[in-house]
């Protein structure tokens, strides 16, 4: 008896959830944001959380077509000049409007946060001047051309000068300075809690369906699933394969949202230093890095069976990769496929590179960042293993894991990135060498560096003519992964949702949970 009334006790409040604030929404989330400050780092879960808050100029809709935010409109006048027409009801949450001040603020400011992990540098680099025109107009200069930076800009929010001037990260975290013109306002957030949003009443755009907003990280992908299952959320990121064929199926309680994704998930490897910090003979003693040379690179890649992994351990949530992004994405060849899963000729390489008994590698990777990526990162290691090495495995929660490969501590990195919106986004951050002068290879942690590959990222991202852009986009990536292995491409990525009866997503190919893109379902 005590234990059937402790059972409806606990079961109460699950039972009451449907019928709490019905102008709000819980979402269940993999991870809060590391950092509230917009210009923190450019990583896609801290852009998705500022998004709320703050607005770009222009911004990407949920397949990363530009739309109007802050801005009416951008254009190039001339192939340095781009002009750029603030919308005049645009509004900060104090009232105040936006102004070319404000723009100006925020660009010099995006690339230059201390301790950035992931700076924005890339996107800011290339303006050497905010001009006014008038109250509404301004024009940026650029120093080169740049037929990205719409694009670069959208992932870039505006800040108010007023209220960020001299202000910090940390005035951010402690939601001191959070005044953006978003259609939220900031409420509430600590480390590893819950971020807590209200509609903002003036936003100048459609307004959000829901008034409250509450994001909950819950890193563990079956404790995500059984809080929407219990009622504690009304929609999660994220589900594991399994889980999201459960849900598909019970449509009477639940919904599910879907969208292929950009996001390739691949590997990259140190091919600098000497002395590698995860790489050993195999009786532990150092040796000189084998990374350093392609054939080695290229053993490892034939040695990973892609299709097993997407096959298998996705269930389906990822498609093979050969290339930086996926097929029809601007920039990318019909011809770039998988590499072919082929042992025998990996070995061949190995020992045609002088390492035929092979060496020790240790494989690092998050296990609370991709869907089912810390059993993604044990595979490849069973896969090397066969191949003839000794491989270990060590990964790291997403906070730490950031941090620790920023830092350069791995030698084989299980990372993931989209590019932004053509490939040549991937190849400027994660294959050009690494150049604090120029903002390119900022997030290069294997620092591949190759001189004929960066003249012609050089070259692609001052091209405004599209086909020749593309044509050299395709070059670059050619040499980079068929020649020189400059990362190992695994595969590309699902983005998933799902959500109670009566929620609705607009699934996105950028893998944002933004709450403006949820709704209720028609009745």
């Known amino acids: 008896m005590m234990k059937s009334l402790r059972a409806a006790l606990l079961a109460a409040p699950l039972l009451a959830a449907p019928a709490m604030a019905q102008d709000s929404i819980r979402i269940g989330v993999e991870a809060g944001p590391t950092s509230l400050d917009p210009h923190f780092a450019s990583l896609i879960t801290n852009i998705?959380?500022?998004?709320?808050?703050?607005?770009?100029?222009?911004?990407?809709?949920?397949r990363q077509a530009l739309r109007p935010a802050i801005a009416l409109s951008m254009r190039a006048v001339?192939?340095?000049?781009?002009?750029?027409?603030?919308?005049?009801?645009?509004?900060?949450?104090?009232?105040?409007?936006?102004?070319v001040e404000d723009v100006a603020f925020t660009i010099a400011r995006a690339g230059d946060v201390p301790n950035s992990p992931s700076s924005f540098r890339y996107a800011t680099r290339p303006i050497a001047a905010v001009e006014a025109v008038d109250a509404t107009t301004l024009r940026l200069r650029t120093s080169q051309p740049t037929p990205l930076l719409p694009n670069f800009l959208a992932l870039v929010m505006i800040v108010s000068k007023r209220h960020g001037e001299g202000a910090t990260t940390q005035d951010y975290n402690a939601g001191r300075v959070m005044v953006g013109t978003g259609p939220f306002r900031h409420v509430s957030w600590q480390p590893g809690s819950p971020v807590v949003m209200e509609r903002n009443p003036n936003f100048h755009g459609t307004a959000p369906a829901f008034a409250r907003v509450e994001f909950r990280p819950i890193a563990n992908a079956g404790a995500r699933t059984a809080a929407l299952q219990s009622g504690d959320v009304d929609m999660i990121e994220i589900v594991p394969p399994d889980h999201l064929a459960r849900f598909r199926a019970d449509a009477a309680r639940f919904s599910v949202a879907e969208s292929p994704s950009n996001r390739l998930l691949f590997l990259t490897l140190d091919s600098d230093r000497e002395d590698s910090p995860h790489i050993r003979g195999k009786d532990g003693a150092r040796i000189p890095n084998p990374l350093r040379d392609a054939r080695v690179r290229r053993a490892l890649s034939l040695a990973i069976n892609r299709e097993a992994?997407?096959?298998?351990?996705?269930q389906g949530q990822g498609t093979p990769a050969g290339d930086l992004g996926p097929p029809g994405y601007f920039g990318t060849s019909p011809d770039m496929t998988p590499p072919p899963f082929d042992l025998a000729e990996a070995r061949r390489l190995l020992a045609e590179a002088g390492w035929a008994q092979g060496f020790t590698v240790q494989v690092n990777g998050p296990n609370?960042?991709?869907?089912?990526?810390?059993?993604v990162v044990q595979a490849i290691a069973q896969m090397w293993t066969r191949l003839g090495l000794t491989t270990t495995v060590e990964t790291r929660t997403r906070a730490v894991w950031l941090s620790e490969a920023a830092q350069l501590r791995y030698s084989v990195n299980f990372a993931g990135f989209s590019p932004n919106p053509e490939l040549l986004g991937m190849l400027e951050t994660q294959i050009h060498s690494w150049n604090t002068t120029l903002g390119l290879g900022t997030a290069n942690r294997g620092r591949f560096s190759n001189a004929e590959v960066d003249a012609l990222i050089q070259q692609a991202r001052t091209t405004i003519d599209d086909d020749q852009r593309r044509a050299l986009t395709q070059r670059a990536t050619r040499l980079a992964l068929v020649d020189h292995t400059a990362l190992i491409p695994l595969y590309f990525a699902q983005n998933t949702w799902?959500?109670?009866?009566?929620?609705?997503?607009?699934?996105?190919?950028?893998?944002?949970?933004?709450?403006?893109?949820?709704?209720?379902?028609a009745r």
């Open 309 to 314: 992994i997407t096959s298998r351990i996705l």
């Open 78 to 99: 001339d192939e340095l000049t781009w002009e750029v027409k603030l919308d005049p009801v645009a509004r900060f949450h104090d009232g105040a409007p936006v102004t």
């Open 48 to 62: 998705a959380f500022s998004r709320h808050i703050f607005q770009p100029l222009m911004e990407q809709d949920a």
């Open 368 to 375: 609370d960042r991709f869907v089912n990526d810390e059993q």
């Open 498 to 521: 799902a959500m109670r009866r009566g929620f609705t997503y607009e699934p996105r190919t950028d893998e944002m949970t933004l709450a403006f893109s949820a709704g209720r379902a």
